[in-house]
C-alpha cells in the first residue's frame, strides 16, 4: 500500500514566545516492509536552527530552536511511504516462560536481539510494574502457552474490557491511572498492554504512528484515525517484534505506518518542547492518511 | 588523666576499635592527641566542643535549610574529636578509591557506548535499564574531557579484622564534600596545635584541583567559566552548594539563570550572555533538561542535552552517572574491574546479593534474618531494613515482595563498623554532677576523589560520620554527628601539598560574571533592608508620640498609608512580611554575604520572631530590630566585594530611602496646614535626623530648616539629596562597568525639587500654603520617578530572568 500523511500541529500563543526548543518525532522508521519515499517539513516560523539525527532507539529526531519572539507555530508533515505486507507468522512462537527466562541474567553471553528486548522488559515513566498487571493478565498466559497467544488474548481482553474515550484522560495519563479508569485512548490502551506484558517478564516497546483514514469497505472504520497512533510491539522470538493494536483489537498490518518506537509514550512524543514566555496556548492537530 | 577519662570509652569485641588495639593500649598514632588533650585537662576538650558547637551556629552550617516545616534550619553535628589515619593505611585506601572511580568511569563509558559488560554477562541488563538515572537521550554521548565522572565519593566502614569495605558509591552528585572543609576550618579553630602538632595533611589542594580540571577544557582565546548549578535554596544541602561556590570563587547558578543558544551555553550575567564552559551540577540527573528528560521539571536547562551533545561543555558528572547509585552492581565490581580495568579490585564492596539472580535470591531467602534488604533502584518505595528487626507477619510480607519482583530488591552483609571515640558530656542539670569523657560510636566515613589529567586524586581526609546512639547507623538524615578525618602526613614536608601540576591558569571569577537573578536579588536586598528600617523608624516614631493626642491620629494615618496597619494582636507590627521577604533575598544571595553577615540576617529574624512570641513591648521589639537592621547596614558597606551586584544592592538601599521619604514629606506636605512644631519632631525622628537638627539649629524646629535638613542638605544620609547623589554615583559606575549612558530617569525629578524655593514655606499665609503644595507636588513626582528607575533597571539588568518556562507536548 502506498499511502500520503498529513500531519499538521498549530500552537497559538496567548503572547509572544521568547524563546523555544522542540524535538519532534515525526518521520518514518525504514523498515523491511516500510519505506519513506519522501517526506518534508514545513515550520512556519523558519527556526533559529534545526538538527536531525537518530535517537537512542533508532529513531529520525528533529530538533528546532527558535530564539526570536513569535505567537504562533506551524509544523507540518507530510509523508509518502510504502507499506508492505506482514509476513505471514502462526502462533507457533515460543512458550512465554521461555521468553521470560531466556530475558532473565544469567550471566551468560546475551546474543543481540535479546540484549535490545531487554531495553523494553523494564518499567518506565508511563509503564510502571505493577502486581495488578502481572495479575491481570494472568488467565490470558497459560503455562507453556505460547508468547504470542497470550499477548493477542491480552490485546482482546484490553479491548474488551476498556472504554475507548476521548477526552477520559491526557497526554500525561499513566498506565495504573488508565488501569483503574478502565478506559481512555489509543495511548492508554497501548501502556496498559505494555505493562502487563512487562510485569511478567516480556519485553514490550510503544510503537507511534498512522493508521489508514478509510478502512477497506468490509471493516469498520479504524478507530484513531484522525490522529496520531499508538499500539504495542510484542517481543515474540523466533518471530521477532510483533505489532498488536489494543484499541483495534488486531495484528498491525498493511494499514498502520510506523513512526517511532521506544518505551512509552515520553520517549516518542511526536513534538515536545519547552517555551519561554507565550501565556496560555491553544493547541491544534490534524491528521489524514490517504491511501493511494 | 586521659586513661581515667578513656573508662567511659567501653571496647567492644565484635568490632574494631580506631582507638585502642586489642589488649586495650591507646594505638600508637593517637598517643600524641590523647597525650595533649589529657594536658590541657578536661574544661579544654569540653571548651573546645562548646566553641566548635558555636561556631557552626555563627557560621550556619546547616544542613537541610527550610526543609523543616518548622521554618528552621538543622544546625550540622560535629564533634571536633576527629578520626585519626596512618599514612601507610591511607596509601591503601587512596589507592582503593582512585581505583573505585576509574572503574565507575569506564563503567559510565561502556553503559553509554557499546555496552559490552552487557552483551557478555558480566552486568545484568537490568541493572542499569531498569534505573530511573539511566538517561537513555544521552546513550551515545561522549563527555568533552573524556571523563564521565568528575566527583566521586564512596561510603567506606571497617570490619572487625581492620579491613575497609565500601558501603555505597556516589557518582551523582556527592554531597559533603565542602562539610567535609568546613570541618577541618572549625576543627583547625578549636584544637589549632593539636592539627599542627600531628602533622595532618592539609585539603585545600584537592579543592584547587577542582576548579582547575573544571576550567581545563575552555578553548585558551576564551575566559573560562564554570558554574555550580543548584536546585535552589530549599534543597537540603544548599549551605554547602552557597560556601563551595565561595571556597572556588564559582557563581552559583540555577536553571533560569543559564540558557542554550544553538550549540552554546551562556549564562545570563549583569554583563549580557557569558559562555558557559563547565557545569559542577548538585541538580539531579533527570532535572537537567526539561526538552529530553523530565518535563515536568522547570529546575533544568532547556536543551542542556544538545550542548553536551555538541561536546561544548562539561558536565560534572555527566548527565545520567546516577545510575550507577545504586547497591546492585556491588556484586558485579570485582568482574568489571577484571574486564574493564584488567586489574583486581582493591577496595571491597561489602558482600552484595542482587535478587535478580535466582541463586543469589535463594541465598538471601534462607538467610534473610543476618542481611540487610535494600532497594535495588532509587525510585522504589522501600525502606532498607534489617532481616533480624522483621515480625514474622513483616517477613513474610518481605518474602512476597522479594518473589514477586526479585530485580528490585539487594541484601548485604551486615558489617559491625568500627568504632571511635566522641566526647559525651551527661548529666550536669538538676544539680547531678556533670560527667565528660570518651563515649564510643560506631564510625563510617565519606571519601572523595576527583579527575584530574593525571588520572583521579583523592581528597588526603573526608567526612566521618558516626551514630547517633550505639546503633550501626551512620547518617546525617537519622541524627548522626560529623567528625573531620585526619590523615597523618608520612613526613612533615608532605603536608602541605605542592599546589597540581598547571594550576590556576586564569581567574575563575570575574565581576561581570554575576548571573542577572543574583544581582536582582541583590538589588532587593537592599530594598527590602531599608524597608523594613524605614518601617521600623516610622513606628517607633509614632509610638513616641502616643501621649499627643493632636498629632496620634495624624500619625497613624501616616502609618496605614505605608501599610502599617498599627499594632495588632499579632505583634508582628505588619513588618513580618518585609522581614520575610528580606530574609528569602538572603538566602538566594547567600554565596555573595559572609558568614557573619548571613548570621546577622538569621538572629535578626529568630529576635523579632521570639520578640513577636513572647509579646513584648513594641517599643523594645523596634530598638532591636533597629539595632540588628543597623548591623546589616554596616556589612553592606565594609563586609562585600563592592562589584556591580553590590553597587545595584547599594542603589536598591538608597532608591527605596529615597522614595520613602519623598513620600513620607508629600504625604505631609500636601494638607497645606503648616506642620505643628511636635509633628516636625516627629518626623525629624523619622528621618533619624533629631540630634543633627539640634546640633545645627540649637532651637525649636522650623519647617523650612525641617525640610533643609532632611531634603536638601547632602551631608546628612538621612537626606534626600545624599540618596539622589549616591544613586548617581553608583549608577555611573555600574554603566563605566557594563557599558552604556548612567540612567537619567531621576534628573528631571530632581532637578524640579532642587529649584524650590524653602523660604517661601514658612507660615500661615496663602502664598506659604501654595508653596507648601508646590513642594509637595515635586517630592511626589520624586518618588515616582524612584519607582521608575527601578523598573528601569529591572528591564536593562533583569530583563534577561525569564518570566515563565513551560513544557509543551503533541500527539
Known amino acids: 500500500m502506498r499511502y500520503r500523511v498529513r500531519h499538521e500541529t498549530v500552537y497559538h500563543y496567548g503572547g509572544n514566545v521568547a524563546h523555544s526548543h522542540q524535538l519532534l518525532h515525526l518521520s518514518p522508521r525504514d523498515s523491511e516492509r516500510q519505506h519513506c519515499r519522501r517526506r518534508t517539513l514545513t515550520l512556519q516560523p523558519q527556526p533559529s536552527s534545526l538538527r536531525e539525527d537518530l535517537d537512542a532507539f533508532g529513531n529520525l529526531a528533529t530538533r528546532l530552536e527558535y530564539d526570536l519572539p513569535h505567537d504562533r507555530l506551524e509544523v507540518l508533515a507530510e509523508l509518502d511511504v510504502e507499506v508492505g505486507p506482514e509476513e505471514a507468522s502462526d502462533s507457533a512462537a515460543q512458550p512465554w516462560e521461555e521468553v521470560r527466562d531466556a530475558l532473565t541474567y544469567s550471566g551468560r553471553p546475551m546474543a543481540t536481539q535479546y540484549l535490545d528486548a531487554c531495553r523494553f522488559r523494564m518499567e518506565s515513566s508511563y509503564a510502571k510494574l505493577k502486581q495488578v498487571f502481572t495479575d491481570y493478565g494472568a488467565d490470558c498466559f497459560a503455562a507453556g502457552s505460547p508468547l504470542l497467544l497470550g499477548a493477542e488474548a491480552l490485546m482482546h481482553k484490553v479491548h474488551r474490557e476498556f472504554t475507548y474515550a476521548p477526552g477520559s484522560t491526557d497526554i500525561r495519563t499513566s498506565a495504573v491511572e488508565a488501569f483503574e479508569a478502565r478506559r481512555g485512548v489509543c495511548q492508554d490502551f497501548a501502556h496498559v498492554m505494555i505493562a502487563c506484558l512487562r510485569s511478567r517478564g516480556l519485553a514490550a516497546r510503544y510503537v507511534s504512528g498512522y493508521l489508514r483514514t478509510t478502512a477497506p469497505a468490509a471493516d469498520a472504520v479504524a478507530v484513531g484515525a484522525d490522529a496520531s497512533h499508538a499500539w504495542v510491539s510484542v517481543f515474540c522470538p523466533p518471530l521477532g517484534w510483533i505489532d498488536l493494536d489494543p484499541t483495534n483489537d488486531r495484528r498491525v498490518g498493511t494499514d498502520h505506518i510506523v513512526i517511532a518506537w521506544g518505551r512509552d509514550f515520553g520517549d516518542v512524543s511526536p513534538l515536545r518542547g519547552v517555551i519561554i514566555g507565550g501565556g496560555q496556548h491553544r493547541l491544534s492537530v490534524r491528521v489524514s492518511v490517504q491511501a493511494e | ?811
Open chain 2, 1 to 811: 588523666m586521659a586513661e581515667a577519662r578513656l573508662e567511659t570509652y567501653l571496647s567492644d569485641a565484635r568490632r574494631y576499635d580506631e582507638l585502642l588495639d586489642n589488649e586495650g593500649k591507646v594505638r600508637p598514632h593517637w598517643r600524641p592527641l590523647i597525650d595533649a588533650l589529657a594536658r590541657d585537662g578536661a574544661d579544654a576538650v569540653r571548651r573546645g566542643v562548646d566553641l566548635a558547637r558555636r561556631l557552626i551556629i555563627e557560621n550556619g552550617v546547616t544542613y537541610n535549610v527550610y526543609a523543616d516545616s518548622q521554618g528552621r534550619d538543622r544546625p550540622w553535628v560535629l564533634d571536633p574529636l576527629p578520626i585519626l589515619i596512618t599514612a601507610a593505611e591511607w596509601r591503601e585506601i587512596e589507592a582503593g578509591v582512585a581505583q573505585r572511580a576509574r572503574l565507575f568511569d569506564a563503567l559510565l563509558e561502556d553503559i553509554y557506548g557499546a555496552q559490552r559488560l552487557l552483551a557478555d554477562g558480566s552486568v545484568p541488563p537490568q541493572l542499569p535499564f531498569g534505573h530511573p538515572n539511566f538517561l537513555w537521550p544521552c546513550h551515545g554521548l561522549k563527555p568533552v574531557g573524556g571523563n564521565w565522572l568528575h566527583v566521586y565519593a564512596v561510603d567506606i566502614s571497617r570490619s572487625a579484622d581492620g579491613q575497609w569495605w565500601a558501603l555505597a558509591d556516589r557518582t551523582q552528585t556527592p554531597s559533603g564534600p565542602g562539610y567535609a572543609l568546613e570541618n577541618r576550618h572549625i576543627v583547625s579553630r578549636v584544637f589549632p596545635e593539636l592539627l599542627n602538632d600531628a602533622g595532618v595533611r592539609s585539603l585545600g589542594a584537592f579543592f584547587l584541583a577542582l576548579r582547575d580540571n573544571l576550567l581545563s577544557t575552555a578553548p585558551e582565546e576564551e575566559t573560562p567559566l564554570a558554574v555550580i548549578l543548584t536546585p535552589g535554596a530549599f534543597n537540603e544541602t544548599y549551605f554547602e552548594h552557597a560556601y563551595l561556590a565561595r571556597q572556588l570563587g564559582l557563581p552559583l547558578v540555577e536553571g533560569h539563570d543559564l540558557t542554550v543558544r544553538g550549540d552554546t551555553l551562556f549564562l545570563k550575567t549583569l554583563g549580557g550572555l557569558r559562555r558557559v564552559h563547565a557545569i559542577l551540577r548538585r541538580l539531579d540527573d533527570d532535572f537537567c533538561d526539561p526538552v529530553e528528560l523530565r518535563a515536568d521539571s522547570a529546575l533544568g536547562v532547556p536543551g542542556l542535552i544538545g550542548v553536551v551533545r555538541a561536546g561544548r561543555v562539561v558536565m560534572a558528572n555527566a548527565l545520567g552517572s546516577g545510575v550507577l547509585e545504586s547497591a546492585a552492581w556491588m556484586g558485579f565490581m570485582p568482574a568489571a574491574a577484571e574486564r574493564l580495568l584488567g586489574e583486581k579490585l582493591q577496595l571491597p564492596s561489602v558482600a552484595t546479593w542482587w535478587c535478580g539472580e535466582p541463586p543469589a535470591l535463594h541465598y538471601v531467602l534462607e538467610n534473610i534474618d543476618r542481611l540487610v534488604i535494600k532497594p535495588a533502584y532509587p525510585n522504589q518505595n522501600f525502606q532498607v531494613v534489617f532481616g533480624r528487626d522483621l515480625a514474622a507477619a513483616e517477613r513474610d510480607q518481605l518474602v512476597k515482595r522479594l518473589n514477586a519482583r526479585p530485580h528490585a530488591y539487594v541484601a548485604q552483609e551486615r558489617l559491625a563498623f568500627s568504632q571511635a571515640p566522641v566526647w559525651r558530656s551527661t548529666g550536669g542539670g538538676g544539680g547531678g554532677a556533670q560527667v565528660h569523657g570518651f563515649s564510643a560510636r560506631a564510625l563510617g566515613m565519606r571519601i572523595y576523589a576527583i579527575a584530574t589529567p593525571s588520572g583521579y586524586r583523592v581528597m588526603p581526609g573526608g567526612l566521618a560520620r558516626i551514630a547517633a546512639d550505639t546503633a550501626d547507623v551512620v547518617s546525617m538524615q537519622r541524627g548522626g554527628g560529623s567528625k573531620d578525618v585526619w590523615v597523618l602526613a608520612p613526613d612533615r614536608r608532605s603536608v602541605d601539598e605542592a599546589n597540581v601540576a598547571g594550576a590556576s591558569r586564569r581567574v575563575a571569577a570575574r565581576h561581570d560574571d554575576l548571573p542577572s537573578s543574583l544581582a536582582e536579588n541583590l538589588f532587593w536586598l537592599g530594598r527590602y533592608s531599608e524597608r523594613c528600617e524605614d518601617k521600623a523608624r516610622l513606628l517607633r516614631a509614632t509610638l513616641s508620640v502616643r501621649a499627643n493626642a493632636l498629632l496620634w491620629p495624624q500619625a497613624l494615618e501616616t502609618c496605614e498609608h505605608f501599610g502599617l496597619p498599627a499594632f495588632d494582636d499579632s505583634n508582628s507590627l505588619g513588618l513580618k512580611a518585609d522581614l520575610q521577604r528580606l530574609a528569602w533575598c538572603a538566602a538566594q544571595t547567600r554565596s555573595q554575604l559572609s558568614a557573619e553577615n548571613w548570621r546577622a540576617i538569621s538572629v535578626l529574624q529568630r529576635e523579632f520572631q521570639e520578640a513577636a512570641h513572647f509579646k513584648r513591648e513594641p517599643r523594645e521589639i523596634l530598638d532591636t530590630l533597629l539595632l540588628s537592621l543597623a548591623g546589616l547596614a554596616g556589612f553592606a558597606m565594609d563586609d562585600m566585594t563592592q562589584d556591580d551586584g553590590w553597587r545595584l544592592m547599594m542603589i536598591g538601599r538608597r532608591l527605596e530611602r529615597l522614595q520613602f521619604l519623598a513620600e513620607l514629606l508629600h504625604h505631609r506636605l500636601q494638607l497645606g496646614a503648616t506642620p505643628s512644631q511636635s509633628e516636625l519632631e516627629w518626623l525629624l525622628d523619622i528621618g533619624d535626623s533629631t540630634i543633627t537638627y539640634r546640633t545645627r539649629y540649637l532651637a525649636s524646629p522650623r519647617l523650612s530648616e525641617t525640610i533643609d535638613l532632611l531634603a536638601f542638605d547632602q551631608s546628612n544620609p538621612r537626606a534626600l539629596a545624599f540618596q539622589w547623589h549616591e544613586i548617581e554615583h553608583y549608577l555611573v559606575r555600574v554603566a563605566a562597568s557594563l557599558g552604556g549612558a548612567p540612567d537619567g530617569t531621576l534628573d528631571e525629578a530632581v532637578a524640579n525639587v532642587e529649584e524650590m524655593q524653602l523660604t517661601a514655606i514658612d507660615g500661615d499665609s496663602g502664598r506659604a500654603e501654595r508653596a507648601r503644595q508646590s513642594l509637595a507636588q515635586s517630592l511626589n513626582e520624586l518618588g515616582l520617578a524612584a519607582g521608575r528607575l527601578s523598573d528601569q533597571l529591572s528591564l536593562k539588568h533583569f530583563s534577561l530572568i525569564d518570566v515563565s518556562i513551560r513544557s509543551v507536548v503533541a500527539a
